[in-house]
């Protein structure tokens, strides 16, 4: 048996092949960044003639083509968490950098790690990431947009003023549209109308996009609308970040995904736990945007929140113990989504590409 590791670059892939038993270090090839590449790495495996998985350092906007290419071609591929390779150099007994180093490294990093994620071929979710993603920037562009028109609006006449968070408003832009055309002409004005313009086409993007997310999501999973709370972005992000739920063995494990469960830090007879800040953090805010709302349009959540305080707790705790209650209602949910449509796991030899 043995561990493929890959150091991928964007124009080109280091591969190195490590004896799982031993974790020496047996050939190496490095290939460039396109199909034809991914065919050679094949034939470079196959040319070991042994049992094999690959294994790829997680930074999928380098390494998502050759992962679906060894998908596809009936591989098993394995992610390496980059923070596995933080110190990998360093506690190395020989010196120096190269892809060779770096590909060796993270193959030994997969020995060393024998539950790290199977990597999947991306299903819907990918396409909503995306499209979330996009919407994300679009929102801090039409943010920092608008605080430069404002300041240049109190310029221009300190008479108009804007509500706050107004800006996203159509009827609002119009009206302020309207305000502008009645001062004198001169290069602020103009300014202040391009910036007027571009708000104004960002907004209608944003809500282009969030109309776009709307059916994506109620077709991919439309169960997660009907709990208090969760509106169509909220749902989008559960689903981009958390892709195929049965990735997850148990609730508790996506708890720890999302940066919801405590950590254990005890040490002696001190058994004590400590606030969890590592995890998804999209995901942990998504969750705690839904927490907030439910407290307050929800009376049961409201109810555990009392009860919480009750017991001694602070507000923040009760909330944490909220969201971490969510993750047990999302992961029966999820499951049961995945279990409906029946998306099978791209690992088996020839699986089709979803992408």
């Known amino acids: 048996m043995i561990v493929i590791g890959i150091d991928a670059h964007m124009r080109s892939h280091t591969a190195v092949a490590v004896d799982a038993g031993t974790g020496r270090q047996l050939a190496e090839r490095s290939v ?3 199909e034809d590449g991914c ?3 094949l ?23 050759l992962e679906a290419a060894l998908l596809r071609s009936g591989e098993r591929v394995r992610r390496v968490p980059p923070k596995l390779m933080s110190g990998a150099r360093k506690s190395a007994r020989t010196f120096g950098k190269s892809d060779a180093i770096d590909a060796a490294a993270v193959a030994r990093a997969a020995l060393r790690e024998p539950d790290l994620p199977v990597a999947q071929l991306a299903g819907p ?3 909503i990431a995306l499209l979330l993603d996009h919407r994300a920037n679009l929102v801090v562009e039409r943010t920092r947009t608008q605080a430069r028109m404002r300041w240049l609006l109190f310029e221009l006449d300190p008479s108009i003023e804007l509500a706050r968070r107004s800006c996203g408003n159509l009827r609002v832009l119009e009206r302020l549209k309207r305000q502008l055309a009645k001062q004198p002409p001169g290069i602020l004005l103009r300014v202040c109308r391009e910036l007027l313009a571009r708000v104004t086409q960002l907004t209608k993007q944003i809500r282009a996009l969030e109309r776009d997310l709307r059916p994506m999501v109620r077709r991919h999973a439309g169960p997660l609308l009907a709990l208090p709370g969760i509106g169509i972005l909220n749902a989008a992000r559960i689903l981009a970040n958390v892709a195929d739920v049965r990735r997850f063995s148990s609730e508790a494990k996506l708890a720890l995904y999302a940066g919801v469960a405590p950590l254990d830090a005890s040490s002696g007879r001190q058994q004590r736990h400590r ?9 942990n805010s998504a969750l705690h945007m839904i927490a907030l709302t439910q407290v307050r349009i929800y009376a049961p959540a409201r109810d555990y929140v009392a009860r919480r305080r009750e017991e001694g707790k602070t507000g923040k705790e009760a909330i944490r113990a909220l969201k971490r209650h969510l993750i047990r209602t999302l992961y029966r949910l999820l499951n049961t989504v995945a279990n409906r449509t029946a998306i099978p796991i791209n690992t088996a030899p020839n699986a089709p590409c979803v992408t």
């Open 32 to 34: 460039a960044a396109d």
């Open 43 to 65: 034939a470079f495996a196959d040319g070991l003639e042994v049992e094999r998985e690959w294994a790829i350092e997680d930074c999928r906007s380098l390494s998502r083509h």
């Open 39 to 41: 065919c050679d790495l």
């Open 125 to 127: 979710e990918r396409e």
């Open 275 to 283: 606030l969890n800040r590592s995890g998804n953090r999209q995901l």
